[in-house]
Structures are given as structure tokens and as C-alpha cells.
């Protein structure tokens, strides 16, 4: 519990201190819109903002407070999972204390993203098929139906349970009392209900945030060990050197155990694990894996962790290797747990930059700077609103200035579908984009007038990640609803 308190007011610290991220900006953006769904993400990760800033007003701690929740909400679920399972207090503290150990979550539970909604929902939904597996009662189904909705509500990644759920149902001898049961109907038809809106806002929108999530050609024509070593590096920052190998091993001797004994709990919390890492793995062949995709597997593979070690050690107690265990995953935990607090402390307190331009945090601070400086030059020239390229120059444009200042992204329109149209009143704009952008191409025939005005440099800790001009902007009406095809209706996923 000591432990626990301190990180916890450690990552309170840094939710207060630390800039928002451009994509946590954009997520505020979200919160700020009454939209049904978006682009991106189904609305769930709004609510939360919404949620925490309703609370504590828009401020760093008001759209982080629903991470900060969610992580204590995460580690109450585990342990009463791993509780009702092994019934000793030693394996739950292993398991809320694993996920202090894991930096992801230990450092970067404080950062909003989709996953902050996505992780107490599924453990939720986990933890009422866990009641109902010991207690028999079929009613159980019901709140995992309405907490596998929301679930689907925050992230589509959650449909990759949907296999755990299965096994769960069909390999053990109960398939046919629990396929005969009207809760587990019912219960699907919750989660459906629940996940309506997202198929609503998708049905009337020609299914746009569908096919942006699916429409993710491989990079490679063949396969690349690149994207495979990169996905498999990534797990070993988010989970822990030491850590990593210990969830797999133990959710693999959970599977094998589960799956000889036909155990549903076993079967449920393995397969969560082992089906989505084996999907992201065959997608690095050929893609590349973001870093976030994993992070709805890993608290259940604590929680493997925990309970395979119990039932292990009871079956193997002449094992030396059984009974060393406990040792080995100890020294890991306590080793995770001193890198995430060195990791807080170095970015709340400290003043050098170790890791230069590869900086993750570095890499995206400072950005209230780079407003200020466009701020500054919009009232010099007389502009009335802002234009940008890039959705999170777009949102850290609406942060930073409270949206105080219209902004209008003049590419990438996708991503406001349904979204109001900003007034922008006046005839002169500032266009705000980086000095080597990309995007650029995107004025071409937008029969607009640009003139060079400054530069500003994104700089953290003495080091400049990129360097931002501003350019004068006159004789330019924007095209807020091109159709589906326009080059300026696309969008990518990022």
C-alpha cells in the first residue's frame, strides 16, 4: 500500500507538471464536441476527459485525473481477480505491484489515451465472467455484457477478447449450459446495445472510422525483421526486461494448465493474453505495431503471473525452479518499480536530456511555447484565426489557447466529421506548420495567399526536436465537408 501511495503521488506530480501530449490535446479536443463517435477512436476516451475536466476544469490534472482513477481501478480488479482465485494475499501484491513495476503503466497510466478507458472495462468485464465461473450464477453475464461494450466503446482492439470469451464458453464441459442460458444472450446483446452509438455514428458516416482502422496496408511487400524486432523492443520498454519474459512464461503454463484441465478461468486469462500478442506479432511481420496496441494484455498477464505461480508452486513442490520463483519475480518487480521511480523523478525534477531527440516526452513538450510565439505573430499581423496541416498542431493550438482563438485544419477533414465548423471571421489567417512540412502540397489550388512571418523552435532541455513557421494567410476559404476521396477529406491512421 506504501508503494502504491507514493507512485500514485508521484504520477499525480507528473499529470500536474508535465505539458499534455498532442495526442492527450487532441483527446481534450474530443471532450470539448458533442459527437456520437469519432474517426480515430469510438467516444469512450472523451467521456473520461470530460469526466476529469468537469471535476478539476481544463487544466493537465483535470483531463488526467481519469488516468490516475483508472490506474487504482486497475489494480483493485486485478487483486480481487487474483484474490478469488489463489485466495493468498502474497499473489495479489505481486500483481498490483507488477503493474507499478511496468513502466506503461507505472509512468505512463497518468498519459490519456484510448487504452486509459479500454483497461478497467475489459478487467471488469474479466472480473464478472470470473464471478460467474465460481458462483455458477448466469446473471453474471449481464455485467459482462455492459462492461465488454464499454469496452468496445473505448478501443476496436477490444474485439480481440472476443476469442478468450469463446474459450471460455465452448472448451469446458459447460459449453451447452451456458450456450442454452439466456444471460449469455442477453449479454451479448448488452454489449451491442452499449456499442450502438459507435455502429450508429459509423452506419451513417459510410462506416469512415471502420475502414480507417482496417485499411492498414502492409508496409512491406514480404516481411520485415525490422518491424518484428521493434515490436518485440517495445514490449520489452513497456513490460520491463525483466518482467517480459516472466508474463509469458506464465501465461503459457496458465494456458496449458487451463486447457488439459479444462479450467475456465485459466483458459479465460490465458487466451486474453495469448491471442492478441500472436495477432500483433503476425501484423509486425509486415507493419508496423504501435506501442500502444498491446496494453489492453499485459494487466491480464499479471495476473496470469500470479495465479500460475500459486498453482505451481502447489503442484511442483519438489521443483526447485517452482520455489525460486518467487524470488526471481520479486527482484524483477523491485527493479521495475526503482526504474519507474528514477523515470518520474528525472522528468519531474531533473534538467538534462539523456536520451536527446529520442525523447518521448521531450519530444512533445514545450509545445506552449511554439503557441505563444503564434499567438504573438496572429495579433502582430492582425490575423483572426489559425490554419494548420497536422491534427496536433491543430489540438495544441485549442489547448494552450483554451480555444480562445479559432483553428481549422485545412487538410485531413475526416477527422472533424460531425464536428461543428469554426468561424472564422476576418480575412486574414495564420498558417502554422513545420518549417520542412510534408503536407505543404495540401495549399496547391486552394487559390490562398501565404507570406513568410517567423519561426518558432520546439526546443526541451537545450535540445530542438523541429522548428515551426508561420506564414500570413489571405485569400483562402476553407472546404469543410470535402466529399470521401478529396484529397482533403483523407485521413491516416497514426
Known amino acids: ?46 467521456w473520461f476527459v470530460r469526466f476529469g475536466t468537469a ?28 484474490w478469488r482465485v489463489v485466495c493468498d494475499w502474497r499473489y495479489v501484491v505481486a500483481a498490483v505491484l507488477m503493474t507499478e513495476a511496468a513502466p506503461h503503466y507505472g509512468l505512463m497510466m497518468a498519459k490519456i489515451a484510448p487504452d486509459t478507458a479500454l483497461i478497467p472495462c475489459e478487467l471488469l468485464m474479466i472480473w464478472s465472467l470470473v464471478r460467474l465461473a465460481q458462483s455458477g450464477e ?42 442454452a442460458s439466456p444471460y449469455f444472450w442477453i449479454g451479448a446483446a448488452l454489449a451491442l446495445l452499449v456499442f450502438s452509438p459507435v455502429l450508429y455514428w459509423n452506419a451513417t458516416h459510410d462506416w469512415a472510422s471502420f475502414k480507417f482502422q482496417l485499411d492498414r496496408p502492409p508496409q512491406v511487400s514480404t516481411w520485415s525483421a525490422r518491424f518484428v524486432a521493434d515490436f518485440i523492443g517495445q514490449q520489452f520498454a513497456l513490460v520491463g526486461v525483466l518482467l517480459l519474459p516472466i508474463v509469458l512464461v506464465g501465461a503459457s503454463m496458465l494456458a496449458v494448465r487451463g486447457y488439459r484441465s479444462r ?56 521443483s526447485r525452479m517452482a520455489q525460486d520463483s518467487p524470488a526471481f519475480l520479486a527482484f524483477a518487480t523491485a527493479s521495475g518499480i526503482a526504474f519507474v521511480a ?47 496541416s497536422d491534427y496536433r498542431m491543430y489540438s495544441m493550438l485549442r489547448w494552450h489557447l483554451r480555444d480562445a482563438v479559432p483553428v481549422v485544419q485545412i487538410n485531413e477533414r475526416a477527422r472533424y466529421i460531425g464536428l461543428p465548423n469554426p468561424a472564422l471571421d476576418g480575412a486574414v ?60 477529406y483523407a485521413a491516416r491512421p497514426n
Open 342 to 388: 528514477a523515470a518520474h523523478a528525472y522528468y519531474i525534477f531533473g534538467s538534462g536530456n539523456y536520451l536527446g531527440r529520442n525523447d518521448p516526452i521531450g519530444k512533445e513538450a514545450r509545445f506552449g511555447d511554439v503557441v505563444a510565439a503564434a499567438e504573438n505573430k496572429r495579433n502582430e499581423i492582425g490575423a483572426r484565426w489559425f490554419v494548420t
Open 263 to 318: 479450467d475456465p478461468v485459466s483458459i479465460l486469462l490465458s487466451t486474453a493474453v495469448i491471442f492478441p500478442l500472436l495477432f500483433f506479432l503476425y501484423r509486425s511481420f509486415s507493419a508496423r505495431v504501435g506501442d500502444s496496441w498491446p496494453l489492453l494484455v499485459w494487466p491480464i498477464g499479471f495476473a496470469c503471473v500470479a495465479i500460475n505461480l500459486k498453482q505451481w508452486r502447489q503442484q511442483a513442490p519438489q
Open 55 to 82: 471535476l478539476f476544469g481544463d487544466s493537465n490534472f483535470g483531463v488526467r485525473f481519469p488516468g490516475l482513477l483508472a490506474m487504482l481501478v486497475m489494480q483493485a480488479v486485478l487483486a480481487d481477480i487474483v
Open 429 to 488: 489567417g495564420l498558417y502554422v506548420a513545420p518549417k520542412d512540412n510534408p503536407r505543404a502540397g495540401v495549399w496547391n489550388g486552394a487559390a490562398a495567399t501565404l507570406q513568410a512571418a517567423g519561426q518558432a523552435d520546439l526546443a526541451w532541455r537545450g535540445i530542438v526536436y523541429d522548428v515551426y513557421a508561420f506564414q500570413k494567410v489571405t485569400g483562402w476559404k476553407p472546404v469543410f465537408s470535402p466529399a470521401p476521396g478529396d484529397p482533403l
Open 1 to 46: 500500500m506504501a508503494v502504491v501511495a507514493g507512485l500514485t503521488v508521484l504520477r499525480g506530480i507528473f499529470a500536474v507538471s508535465i505539458e499534455l501530449r498532442v495526442d492527450e490535446a487532441y483527446y481534450w479536443t474530443w471532450s470539448k464536441e458533442n459527437a456520437v463517435s469519432f474517426l480515430d477512436h469510438p467516444p469512450l476516451i472523451a
Open 138 to 179: 448466469q446473471r453474471w453475464w449481464i455485467p459482462a455484457g455492459l462492461f465488454g461494450g464499454l469496452a468496445l466503446s473505448a478501443k476496436y482492439t477490444a474485439v480481440l477478447l472476443v476469442p478468450a470469451i469463446l474459450a471460455f464458453v465452448l472448451v469446458p464441459a459447460w459449453r451447452k449450459r451456458q450456450l
